[in-house]
Antibody, heavy 118, light 113 residues
Framework: EVQLVESGGGLVQPGGSLRLSCTASGFTVSSNYMSWVRQAPGKGLEWVSGIYRDGSTYYADSVKGRFTISRDNSKNTLYLQMNSLRVEDTAVYYC????????????WGQGTLVTVSS | DIVMTQSPDSLAVSLGERATINCKSSQSVLYSSNNLNYLAWYHQKPGQPPKLLIYWASSRESGVPDRFSGSGSGTEFTLTISSLQAEDVAVYYCQQYYSTPYTFGQGTKLEIK
């Protein structure tokens, strides 16, 4: 059974950093396309970042230069390092598997809440 | 960036009736080399992550009831629920995966009338 479990969210001050983790089971992270998608409280969905099978990475302009997506193949885990956090980064962050089709999100985790506030 | 616009923003439909949600993209998401529309539909129930319903604009994800169907091509798409069930109450999103950044519509809140 495919499962994605996010962790690492919490309260952080503006300008601070946080690292989110997404531990996968039932499939191999490195053999799939993976993404982070966020949802601000009461708002819609926003794609944040993705990583391809070959390790190439992609970012939304809103986070480029501040966030870094990576993976640890030995731990079957996806990460999102978030630096220089802003109030507008407050959201539930979901990791999502793209499966066989790039950009099509077939499995989602339950999400982890990141709150950026002083 | 490709902008996705859904209509209506909210919709109330009686149980057993048809529900229709529309989605327009600011540019075509039809890839000419394979004639596929890079368009997906999700729904999200309160407190849950989104769930994939439809991909390639009209292909139903495994396990999704056949009352859900998608249609359209190019820049205009439609999600139809043929006979609304109580468990279909959710927010529905369309999403293009033609190019990064992948973008979603603003969502359509579906309720029971």
């Amino acid at each position: 059974e495919v499962q994605l479990v996010e962790s690492g969210g919490g309260l952080v001050q503006p300008g601070g950093s946080l690292r989110l983790s997404c531990t996968a089971s039932g499939f191999t992270v490195s053999s799939n396309y993976m993404s982070w998608v966020r949802q601000a409280p009461g708002k819609g969905l926003e794609w944040v970042s993705g990583i391809y099978r070959d390790g190439s990475t992609y970012y939304a302009d809103s986070v480029k230069g501040r966030f870094t997506i990576s993976r640890d193949n030995s731990k079957n885990t996806l990460y999102l390092q978030m630096n220089s956090l802003r109030v507008e980064d407050t959201a539930v962050y979901y990791c999502a598997r793209e499966g066989e089709v790039i950009g099509r999100f077939d499995y989602w985790g339950q999400g982890t809440l990141v709150t950026v506030s002083s | 960036d490709i902008v996705m616009t859904q209509s209506p923003d909210s919709l109330a439909v009686s149980l057993g009736e048809r529900a229709t949600i529309n989605c327009k993209s600011s540019q075509s998401v039809l890839y000419s080399s394979n004639n596929l529309n890079y368009l997906a539909w999700y729904h999200q129930k309160p407190g849950q992550p989104p769930k994939l319903l439809i991909y390639w604009a009209s292909s139903r994800e495994s396990g999704v009831p056949d009352r859900f169907s998608g249609s359209g091509s190019g820049t205009e798409f439609t999600l139809t629920i043929s006979s609304l069930q109580a468990e279909d109450v959710a927010v529905y999103y369309c999403q293009q995966y033609y190019s990064t950044p992948y973008t979603f519509g603003q969502g359509t809140k579906l309720e029971i009338k």
